[in-house]
């Protein structure tokens, strides 16, 4: 098993194939996520993201009139699944942590049987907004910033734990990813502030960055651009989102801040239905694809929600 650095300084010629997952919903097996996936193992992805989904929370009405929260999480499983794929496909697996709805303690014990089970990677995350809520609020004794998050892990590495004064404890050695936002993260007020944040990332001991998804490439070289001028020297993993539906080109702007090039976004609108735009889709990110590999990317990284069909029509003209 490696570091997503190791398997990045091995790769001179192609850019490494890699994917991330989602964790089936509640009740989903083990064995369908795996077969789901298995497809794309055929294009030897050296590592696996898998995503952390944050809890959310319900409001439910009791018979005495007084409401009671109920707190669920959808998407349970991250690190079962995690040393399910280690497993079975021999990959490294990545799992996403997250501040939201951790205290500093339950990420130590998260960090710890990560470690235990031989995971040496991690993305620490801030996470997105708990619903219902329109507001970020961290945990009573949770972190407020990734960089705090990516702290806590840089401080294990050096056998620094929580509320433990003895300086005799085994290190932790996790290889340590953070987000990145070439068109700004939807909350910064603006881009320049959310550089700031992301260089409190990078001096916190974050080894490498993966990018938000886009659609420009000439987002994502803009901003490789001011970061090496800003001396971030550290690689930038490009995130790539297949459009596959008509409704995607109208939401995911929203969700996630970004533009979408006019030409591709009135190809997608004028498609008759989610078929063809799908294929729109599939060809845009082809070219993306294309145009990142002459620049000379380190890896193209995939956000393929467990599906692998669009995927798979992607990378097989490119690797
Ligand atoms: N669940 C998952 O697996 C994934 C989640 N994400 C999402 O990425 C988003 C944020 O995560 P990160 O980028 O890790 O968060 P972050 O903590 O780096 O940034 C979050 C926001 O806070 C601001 N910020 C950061 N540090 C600050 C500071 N010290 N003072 C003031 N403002 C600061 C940033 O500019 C940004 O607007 C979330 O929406 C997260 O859910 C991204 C990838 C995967
Ligand atoms: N803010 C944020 N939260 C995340 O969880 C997240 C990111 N950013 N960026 C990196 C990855 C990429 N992620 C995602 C999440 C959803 C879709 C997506 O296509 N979602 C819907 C459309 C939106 C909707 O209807 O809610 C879809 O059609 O599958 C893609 C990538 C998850 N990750």
Redesign the pocket.
Known sequence: MAKVTEHLAKANEKPIFSIEIIPPAKGGKIDELLNDIEPMMELKPPFIDV???REEYVYKTMPDGTQKEIKKRKRAGTVGICSAIMHKFNVDPVP?I?CGGFTKEDTEDLLIDLNFLGVENVVA????TAKPFNEFKAKKDGHS???ELIEQVADMNKGIYLHEESTYLSKSDFCIG??AYPEK?Y??ISLD??FE?LK??VDAGADYLVTQMFFDNQKYFDFVKKCRENNIHIPIIPGLKILSTKRQSEILPKIFYLDLPETFANDVKKANDDKAARQIGIEWCINQCKELMAFGVPALHFYTMSKSTTTLAVAKEIF
């Open positions: 995503t952390y989904q996403h997250l995350l801030r996470g997105d910033y990734a960089s953070a987000a993260h909350e910064a502030i959310d944040n409190k990332k």
